[in-house]
């Protein structure tokens, strides 16, 4: 019942004039399907005479102007007395439906009906300045269709997320094997074995790593979640920072394997590619162009999605979790953080909001609720607040419909959705380079399409957003580790092929320097 209490549907206003010609225009308005059915085409709408009531409270029947409002469509401002106490008045007036204007449309038509449950007009709540526009285009005499065009049984969206997201991890996985294979021909010497050794400590995850790295994300989650009208412009700054930079790597490693315009200009004692420094410029632009227009929902979210895309290649291919242990301790510890910030934190908030919801869409009402990482959201253009910059966004059909006239609803994947499960990938490419097979990267590439698929299955016949972690992290993690067993390599793939690789060229280098690596023990 509170599920429907709150529901909240876009339907379409469509307003007319009586000039000749005749001037229309449609309006976006939120009415609750569950209280009232609307027509889902404009030539089954029924025409109703529009009443402007915007001065007057009514909450009294004395309210009701002289002239009466029987057959009319009636506008009310927002507040003095409960909207459903309103809309009774209106009825009793015989009125034939309540349009109640606000300042934000976002509000949508909630409350205890059961109270009212003698009211049956059609009950819908329009933008104030939306009625503002439409008195000076339409003039004052106004007819109104109201109208819910049906969603396709299809949903588009879920096929774009699922190709990008299996793409990045697949690529990244890819790239990752590749800097690994260079690395193993790179090898040739004792100096840039240590140089690589070096090398991987940086950029390596060790469990102990893993694990700090779980509590800050933590600590992350819960300053952002009090502090988050200061910290999301932190985090904003540095998206376009690392996205920057993260689309210049992918982009440049593309614009190094093409053989001509290598002109080079000298810079300190350096030679420079002309390319790689409009490259770069190009790179800058992008972020800046989204961070001035992020707001702009209706083709930001291009930008965002080339941007996090490149994000998550770059940190895919960049970060290295040593062996399967890490990657275990790594999934099931965010694993666990998915859950408990998406299902256990409603029990502990005031607002019965869980934490992961409220970051993922905004605080401070916005109308993008959601119940995990994937999710199904409705996105004011031009909203007042700002949202983190951690998402993959794909807008409904409504967009290219007379819908867009509305909010546009979006889906969305957290980019740890893709990360996470990333580094395991990487881990398994990397490993196949080292084994001279493929199998663990094909596998574990094929396990996280199956656990997306499960993911919108269950986000289909829930009709609520999911925590994609929790189909992702099993899938991968069983499927790597039955190829593992069934291979005979558990042991290897548990410890890491690399650090065996490492003891057998150290252990070489020995017997060739036996008084350097005396010394070494010695020390």
Known sequence: MEAKTLAAQEAILHASGNDMPSP???????????????????????????????????????DIPPDGIKNKAVVVQWGTCHFLEKARIAQTGGAEALLVANNSVLFPPSGNKSEFHDVKILIAFINHKDFKDMKQTLGDNITVKMYSPSWPNF????????????????LGGYWSGLIELESMKAVTNTEDREMRKKKEEYFTFSP??????????????????????????????????????????????????????????????KSIEVRLIFLSGLCIAIAVVWAVFRNEDRWAWILQDILGIAFCLNLIKTLKLPNFKSCVILLSLLLLYDVFFVFITPFITKNGESIM???????????????????????????PHEKLPVVIRVPKLAYFSVMSVCLMPVSI?????IIVPGLLIAYCRRFDVQAGSSIYYVSSTVAYAVGMILTFVVLVLMKKGQPALLYLVPCTLI????????????????????????????????EENPVTAGEQSVQ
């Open 24 to 62: 229309s225009k449609d309006y976006c308005m939120l009415y609750n399907p569950y209280w009232t059915a609307l027509p889902s085409t404009l030539e089954n709408a029924t025409s109703i005479s529009l009443m402007n009531l915007t001065t007057t409270p009514l909450c009294n029947l004395s």
């Open 155 to 170: 949903d588009y969206t879920m096929v774009v997320i699922f190709v990008i997201a299996v793409f990045t991890v697949a």
């Open 208 to 269: 102990l790593t893993v694990v700090i790295f779980v509590v800050i994300c933590c600590i992350m989650m819960v300053l952002l979640y009090f502090f988050y009208k200061w910290l999301v412009y932190v985090m904003i700054a540095i998206f376009c920072i690392a996205s920057a930079m993260s689309l210049y790597n992918c982009l440049a490693a593309l614009i190094q394997k093409i053989p001509c315009g290598q002109c080079m200009i000298m810079c300190r004692g």
């Open 357 to 383: 919801v409220e970051l993922a869409a905004g605080p401070f009402g916005n109308n993008e609720k959601n119940d995990g990482n994937l999710v199904e959201a409705t996105a004011q253009p031009s909203a």
């Open 413 to 417: 994947l957290g980019f740890g959705d």
């Open 479 to 510: 499927t790597a580790s039955v190829v593992a067993w069934r291979r005979k390599e558990m042991k290897k793939f548990w410890k890491g092929n690399g650090y065996q690789m490492m003891d057998h060229l150290d252990s070489a280098t020995n």
